[in-house]
């Protein structure tokens, strides 16, 4: 970002070009103004999900793939620590894109907001993003394990996603049960909860869980990806020194 200045111009205009698709499909059947801001804020949204995917999940992968697994097996510290690294590095870079997004978003489509608790709202979008971190680090174990596979699932966790997690409306319209399932994904209840507190009003008839479950829930997927991230590490560290495949190029 720092090295080609253009990327900024299109991190952000580009994601708006989706956002500005549903935001014409909601004012063509004449949905409430707040669907709008619905979409800008799943839009802004994406970006995380986007880096979660293709930076955080796949970087042991493509490390493996350049060669330069190696230096982070013989690194004299935790691999827990290398992929924290990562992720703070990658939750800075895409701040700046999603802020983007939703400023730009907010101004030409004049999206009407009306933020309930400010606080509640900053802790919320703090706790999505540890517990959906947390899925990255697990997700760049995994990923490294299945190999060139990784490439694939990342393509399929993309656009499936966005829809089961309700980027782009309220994801209790998919039904309590299709909800529930998706809330694996930390996003999806993130959303949920940030939109209840952007939009109170209008979230009453549509929210999923409460703000308070929601947070509840975070905290929980939070912790077990984390632990569950650790010990997939360990065991990714254990099979490297026993076999030496991990760190084999083409493997």
């Given amino acids: 970002m720092q090295r080609e200045k253009s990327w900024m111009l299109f991190e952000v205009l580009l994601p708006l070009l989706q956002v500005t698709a549903y935001v014409y499909i909601y004012r063509a059947i004449g949905a409430p103004p707040e669907f709008t801001g619905f979409v800008v804020l799943g839009g802004a949204m994406t970006a995380y999900w986007m880096n979660v995917l293709w930076s955080m999940a796949s970087q042991l992968f493509w490390e493996k793939e350049t060669g330069n697994l190696e230096l982070y097996i013989i690194a004299p510290t935790s691999r827990m620590a290398i992929l924290i690294g990562m992720a703070a590095g990658g939750i800075m870079a895409t701040t700046i894109r999603a ?3 939703l400023a730009v978003g907010v101004l030409i489509f004049r999206v009407p907001m009306s933020p309930a608790n400010v606080p509640a709202l900053i802790g919320v979008f703090l706790l999505t993003l540890v517990a959906l971190y947390g899925l990255g680090m ?3 174990s995994l990923f490294l394990l299945w190999g060139r596979q990784a490439w694939h699932l990342a393509d399929l966790l993309q656009e499936p996603v966005f829809l089961l997690s309700g980027f782009y409306f ?16 930390p996003i999806t209840l993130g959303l949920d909860a940030m939109r209840q507190l952007l939009f109170p009003q209008m979230m ?3 929210k999923f869980l409460p703000v308070e479950y929601a947070l509840g829930v975070l905290s929980v997927l939070a912790v077990a990806f984390l632990a569950l ?6 065991y990714f560290e254990a099979l490297a020194r026993r076999e030496g495949r991990l760190t084999l190029r083409g493997q």
């Fill in 170 to 185: 309220p994801v209790r319209a998919l039904g309590f049960l299709v909800a529930l399932g998706a809330s694996i994904i």
């Fill in 229 to 234: 991230a650790n010990r997939a590490l360990q």
């Fill in 204 to 206: 009453e008839g549509f």
């Fill in 99 to 101: 802020l983007g997004v």
């Fill in 138 to 140: 697990l997700m760049a």
